[in-house]
């Protein structure tokens, strides 16, 4: 390196060590499902200097405005083209009452089709199972509420065939509640920090580094049970609650001798 980017060098690392304070730059905002690990470092933390390394938790929650309901239809026969067949008529009548509750054809997608023999006691194949299983995916908070229709409606339609595999919520844009969270858990890590240098007879210094350890999660489905056909006409609840995030850092700060008393 020249004695010029060195000179440079050496600047930078006096202007942010003047300022105690460590530059965290977490580049675009990210979605709730994936949050990279980010690191900073103080240069005014140098080596062998003794220093403070805490874990800080923070969460934030927020309503839903994304909901997938995984349905299908399940049919049994003696034959494998009987299977298909009577299945076919079930899940085009879920396709069709679907699309009439207003779920765009964009937003129905097949996710499992399978055909598979039945065996008694002896092994031996004694008919057909064929399974047909749609995601469909809710978006926006408006039409979150159609969620409980929409399984009634498709209940009516394929009858004792319906399988309700479960349902999950999300969040379109999580980047300012995972924000709140982070800010949370920095706040905690320096707030426990302080404590701990207190109680050690020190001074807390400069922040040497800052890492985010908040790992991707996505919440299962939950299973949910559709009105089997015949039932009272009252309509599925299903309740959006709130969707929490979480936030982990570790925070690392320098520990300086305390003022004299």
């Known amino acids: 390196m020249s004695t010029y980017l060195k000179g440079a060098a050496l600047a930078l690392a ?34 062998g200097e003794p220093t403070v390394t805490v874990d800080g938790y923070g969460t934030a929650k927020a309503p839903p405005d994304e909901m997938t ?12 083209s009987a299977a298909l067949a009577a299945n076919a008529s079930k899940a085009q009548a879920i396709v069709g009452v679907l699309v009439a509750a207003g779920v765009p054809k964009a937003q129905i997608q097949t996710s499992n089709l399978s055909v598979a023999p039945n065996y008694n006691q002896k092994g031996e194949i004694t008919g057909y199972q064929v399974d047909n299983d749609l995601t469909v995916t809710l978006l926006g908070s408006s039409e979150l509420p159609k969620a409980g229709p929409v399984i009634d409606a498709a209940g009516r339609a394929a009858g004792n065939s319906l399988r309700v595999n479960g349902i999950s919520f999300s969040l379109s844009n999580g980047s300012a509640v995972m924000a709140a969270a982070r800010r949370q858990a920095v706040r905690q890590a320096r707030a426990q920090a302080a404590a701990m240098a207190s109680a050690a007879g020190e001074t807390l210094g400069p922040l040497c580094s800052l890492q985010d350890k908040s790992q991707s999660s996505t919440p299962p489905p939950q299973p949910l049970t559709a009105l089997p056909a015949g039932a009272p006409s009252s309509t599925t609840p299903v309740e959006p609650g709130s969707e929490q995030v979480s936030a982990d850092v570790e925070a690392v700060f320098a520990l300086q001798p305390a003022p004299a008393s």
């Not at 979605?31 to 080596?47: F, K, L």
């Not at 309901?69 to 494998?80: F, K, R, Y």
């Open 69 to 80: 309901i995984s349905l299908g239809s399940h049919t049994s026969a003696s034959t494998a």
């Open 14 to 47: 006096a202007a942010l060590g003047g300022a105690g304070l460590a530059v965290w730059a977490s580049g675009p905002p990210a979605p709730v499902s994936a949050s990279p690990a980010i690191t900073s470092t103080n240069a005014t933390c140098r080596a």
